[in-house]
C-alpha cells in the first residue's frame, strides 16, 4: 500500500530528471489515484494499485506548476501555475476542460 508508494518516490522513479522533486501531490477522494506535480513542469497521474502513471500532461502552464488537487467526486482537477492560470482538468480523458487566469480583469 502506502508503504511501496513511498519506495516509489523514494526510489526517483517519478520522474526521469536529475533532481527532480515532488512540489505537490493530492489523493483522489476514492484514493485510486495520486495527481503529481514534479520539478517544474511535469504533473503525472499514478494508480495507486499498480503504482504506474496513467497519464502524464504536458499541454499546461507557461510556467511552473505550483499546486495541484482532485475535486470532491473525482471529476475534475485543477492545477495552478506561476503564470497566474488555474486550470480545470477533465478527469476521464486528462483534456483541458478550461482555464482561468486570475490577472485579466472582468
Request: aromatic letters at 12%; proline letters at 2%.
Amino acid at each position: 500500500g502506502l508503504q511501496a508508494l513511498e519506495e516509489t518516490f523514494k526510489t526517483g522513479k517519478v520522474s526521469k530528471r536529475p533532481n527532480a522533486y515532488i512540489k505537490d501531490l493530492s489523493f483522489s477522494a476514492d484514493a485510486k489515484f495520486i495527481l503529481v506535480n514534479c520539478f517544474q513542469d511535469e504533473l503525472k497521474l499514478m494508480n495507486t494499485k499498480n503504482k504506474q502513471f496513467k497519464a502524464s500532461i504536458d499541454d499546461h502552464h507557461k510556467a511552473n506548476v505550483i499546486c495541484c488537487k482532485f475535486s470532491p467526486n473525482n471529476k475534475l482537477f485543477f492545477s495552478a501555475g506561476e503564470d497566474n492560470n488555474i486550470i480545470v482538468w477533465d478527469s476521464s480523458n486528462f483534456k483541458r476542460f478550461t482555464t482561468f487566469n486570475m490577472t485579466e480583469s472582468n
